[in-house]
Antibody, heavy 121, light 107 residues
């Protein structure tokens, strides 16, 4: 059964770059049937979509975050990644990776467990 | 961009109650709406997609309805395991957005 697992530093200093990886196991990241996404949730708050990527590298991002984001995919390593630069305390959140259930526009049917990233000096 | 508004923000109910949560879109999204359940410290879990399609393995007491700009999630008879937070999400176009959430509490 396909599983997703986020990994990366739990603490990032203000103005630095947040880097996370989502490893896909038990299935193919190169499937034409799915998109892959990043979603975050600040402590005690709601969900915010960050961006999505197809195995070809085609990406879509939340406009308010786009200038700070790089979302990439490495099919040989079976993972996709998120980089967010110039972070502030407002970027403190649990970051989830998830599978979009169909090509292009979709809901998310499988989620990683999430990883807490704290932005603090 | 499409904004999603959920109501109520908090809902108090008892085991066995029938409850309804509403989600409104700022413009028509056809039926491109999903509902998720989230428990504390856990990832969201997909319940409903395409407004009314039940995800495999989700109990039939959960149902979704609506199209265009107004949608509802109904739980026909609350069970203890259902006390959680619920979120709607549109996927009509990029950028996606979620409702602000509804916390379902035990009365």
């Amino acid at each position: 059964q396909l599983q997703l697992q986020e990994s990366g530093p739990g603490l990032v200093k203000p103005s630095e770059t947040l880097s996370l990886t989502c490893t896909v196991s038990g299935g193919s990241i190169s499937s034409r049937n799915y998109y892959w996404g990043w979603i975050r949730q600040p402590p005690g708050k709601g969900l915010e979509w960050i961006g999505s990527i197809y195995y070809t590298g085609s990406t879509y991002s939340e406009p308010s975050l786009k200038s700070r984001l790089t979302i990439s995919v490495d099919t040989s390593q079976k993972h996709f990644s998120l980089k967010m630069n110039s972070v502030t305390a407002a970027d403190t959140a649990v970051y989830y990776c998830a599978r979009g259930a169909s090509p292009f526009l979709s809901y998310f049917d499988l989620w990683g467990q999430g990883t807490l990233v704290t932005v603090s000096s | 961009d499409i904004q999603m508004t959920q109501s109520p923000s908090t809902l108090s109910a008892s085991v066995g109650d029938r409850v309804t949560i509403t989600c409104r879109a700022s413009q028509s999204i056809s039926s491109w709406l999903a509902w998720y359940q989230q428990k504390p410290g856990k990832a969201p879990k997909l319940l409903i997609y395409k407004a009314s399609s039940l995800e495999s393995g989700v109990p039939s007491r959960f149902s979704g309805s609506g199209s265009g700009t107004e949608f509802t999630l109904t739980i026909s008879s609350l069970q203890p395991d259902d006390f959680a937070s619920y979120y709607c999400q549109h996927y009509n176009s990029y950028p996606y957005s979620f409702g602000q959430g509804t916390k379902l509490e035990i009365k």
